[in-house]
């Protein structure tokens, strides 16, 4: 049973741009949430997907944007990109978010 | 405000020594508390979920238990392969929202 599953590993941007961070849920998994985590800090909740929608969100500015698909995976998008947004950015799943989430490898950003 | 606060920020054992990791958190209502264990670059792995005050549950050489305050996570003679960060987080009833700490980082010297 695949777990959760992310791409890419690895990413560098410039400052201004733009960037679309992927995600495949667990099996039987249909809530998909994303994490930002600094080096060092825990992670920070961005927002859920439930149903394609975006169902609750964290403080994050609306440069960040998501999608879900009718296949559960998701879509992280970060546009006009600052410094700041440097981080290991993580997707977690569960079976409806009353339930444990299992996480997923993270994609590392870094902005320059 | 919703807060979580783990302590200590960084703990050192000697193997076989055994210690407890604490999460206490301020949160407008609890739906679930979850303890995570995080390798170095690495996604967080799920450990236990603690529903009501009261609650324990144990893996391995791990225990977690909960109060309305507080959990504590102990670890009964660790081994080297025990050193990672552990995570404690919170799911609030309160908007739905999920809050971590910053972890305690665990150390376990042969």
């Known amino acids: 049973d695949a777990g959760v599953t992310q791409s890419p590993t690895h990413l560098i941007k410039t400052r201004g741009q733009q960037v679309t961070l992927r995600c495949s849920p667990k099996?039987?998994?249909?809530?998909v949430s994303w994490y930002q985590q600094a080096l060092g800090q825990g992670p920070q909740f961005i927002f859920q997907?439930?149903?394609?929608?975006?169902?609750q969100r964290g403080n994050f500015p609306d440069r960040f944007s998501g999608h879900q698909f009718p296949n559960y995976s998701s879509e992280l998008n970060v546009n006009a990109l600052l410094l700041g947004d440097s981080a290991l950015y993580l997707c977690?799943?569960?079976?409806?978010?009353?339930?444990?989430?299992?996480f997923g490898p993270g994609t590392r950003l870094t902005v320059t | 405000e919703d807060q979580v606060t783990q302590s200590p920020e960084a703990l050192r054992l000697q193997e076989g020594e055994s210690s407890s990791l604490n999460c206490s958190y301020t949160?407008?209502?609890?739906?679930?508390l979850f303890w995570y264990r995080q390798d170095p670059g690495k996604g967080p792995e799920f450990l236990f979920t603690?529903?009501?005050a009261g609650e324990e549950k144990e893996k391995e050489r791990l225990k977690a238990t909960l109060t309305k305050k507080e959990s504590f996570l102990h670890i009964t003679a660790p081994k080297p392969e025990d050193s990672a960060t552990y995570l404690c987080?919170?799911?609030?009833?309160?908007?739905?929202?999920?809050?971590f700490g910053t972890g305690t980082s665990l150390t376990v010297i042969p």
């Open positions: 977690a799943s569960s079976r409806d978010s009353r339930y444990e989430q299992y």
């Open positions: 099996s039987g998994h249909d809530t």
């Open positions: 997907y439930y149903e394609e929608e975006e169902r």
């Open positions: 949160v407008s209502g609890l739906r679930g």
């Open positions: 603690l529903y009501s």
């Open positions: 987080a919170v799911h609030t009833n309160t908007g739905n929202q999920f809050y």
